[in-house]
């Protein structure tokens, strides 16, 4: 079977899991032809069975803004036709569920007949996709999907609850390849960060608002005064600046390390005793599952799908939105007791484990096979 998959190529969760996606159908023999503007990150290395296509998007001077959409449905279009495509999968509603139906029925025109299935990761729903200036289009193209996945039971029940849905959505959660988060701690590097044994905090994300990056360091601020630690972020964005100016305010910049984006993310989770997750809104919050199959306990707001995966109290806890004095004691609970540390770090590789990729990449093949029957 041949696949296309449309992705942003980016460091963002619904990049990063539809590459992981592709890579692991690629291994088991499917055809995997990646369509994005820019090669995904976490594409690396060869593999015969993967392809990427550009999308071009060729500036004049009329575009203020270039169409992006229409250059990337051509090229849906143009791979599809030239590469016997059978199905195309899309990830992240906006803008590439309405270019999927474009470049469907510019095929079907050709007698071509290509579905077209739609993974709904968060923001596309909760933020942006609600947005008035999206919501019509939106919603026509989830329905006009052959088929609708969201990644978790949350963003399943935000979807039908904010947008007008007719049809099934199926919930396939993200998944994290368990082996490859499996490494030992490199020394050296655990070193560099924590040069006197102490503890590693780590937050890893996009750095924007909804991630509440003045919450990380609050918290972590706390933490340290009863834990001799060390703050260690990564990942950019635009709360970065911020995120630098208030630790400095608090007197804790010697304390924290900004080491920006970052590929190896399993080095980096192998050397934290403990993740922070306290965003507003997650509808799956997978760096927090990366982080357990690593065997990093990790202490997290209680919102949107945070809590399909972790157990408040067993392997990591769960905190309201902002609540930083809770968030520290129970970062405090874990980190001060080795006893403890090591029961919730067995406690969440064990979760991590349910949603390893050999348990959740079946059901999107499974949905590919019955898409394909129609
Ligand atoms: O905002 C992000 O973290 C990036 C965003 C994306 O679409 O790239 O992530 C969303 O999708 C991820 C993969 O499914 C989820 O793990 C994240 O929870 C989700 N982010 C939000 O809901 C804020």
Request: charged share 20%; glycine share 6%.
């Amino acid at each position: 079977m041949n696949i296309g998959i449309v992705c942003y190529p980016t460091f963002g969760g619904s990049g990063v899991l539809a590459t992981e996606l592709g890579k692991a159908l690629a291994d088991k023999g499917y055809g995997i032809h990646f369509i994005t503007y820019q090669q995904p990150v976490r594409l690396t290395g060869f593999n015969a069975n993967i392809f990427y296509h550009e999308v071009r998007v060729p500036a004049y001077p009329l575009f203020d803004f270039p169409p992006y959409e229409t250059a990337l449905a051509s090229t849906m279009v143009d791979v599809v036709k030239n590469n016997n495509v059978d199905l195309l999968h899309v990830h992240y509603a906006i803008p590439h569920a309405s270019a999927a139906f474009m470049a469907k029925q510019i095929l079907a025109e050709e007698n071509i007949h290509v579905p077209f299935i739609t993974t709904l990761h968060g923001t596309d729903i909760t933020l942006v996709g609600r947005d008035k200036t999206y919501a019509p289009v939106v919603t026509f193209s989830i329905n006009k999907s052959d088929a609708i996945t969201a990644v978790s039971d949350n963003l399943r029940n935000e979807t039908l609850e904010n947008f007008d849905i007719k049809k099934e959505i199926s919930v396939i959660h993200n998944f994290v390849d368990i082996t490859r988060f499996s490494v030992q701690p490199i020394d050296a590097f655990k070193k560099a960060i924590a040069p006197n044994g102490e503890k590693v905090i780590l937050h890893a994300s996009n750095f924007r608002k909804v991630k509440r990056i003045a919450d990380v360091i609050y918290t972590f601020n706390k933490i340290k005064k009863n834990i001799p630690s060390k703050l260690l972020l990564v990942g950019d964005g635009p709360e970065r600046h911020m995120a630098e100016e208030l630790c400095r305010e608090l007197g804790i910049f010697e304390e924290t390390r900004f080491v920006g984006k970052q590929q190896d993310m399993e080095d980096i989770y192998a050397i934290a005793d403990l993740f922070l997750l306290p965003s507003e809104y997650e509808s799956f919050g997978l760096a927090a599952l990366e982080a357990m199959a690593a065997g990093t306990p990790v202490v997290a707001t209680n919102a949107g799908g945070i809590p399909e995966i972790i157990t408040h109290g067993k392997n990591g806890f769960l905190s309201d939105v902002g609540d930083v004095e809770q968030m520290s004691k129970q970062a405090i609970t874990i980190l001060e007791n080795e006893k403890i540390l090591k029961s919730f770090s067995e406690a969440a590789r064990n979760q991590a484990e349910t949603f390893d990729i050999n348990n959740i990449v079946p059901k999107y093949e499974a949905l590919y096979n019955q898409v394909l029957k129609k």
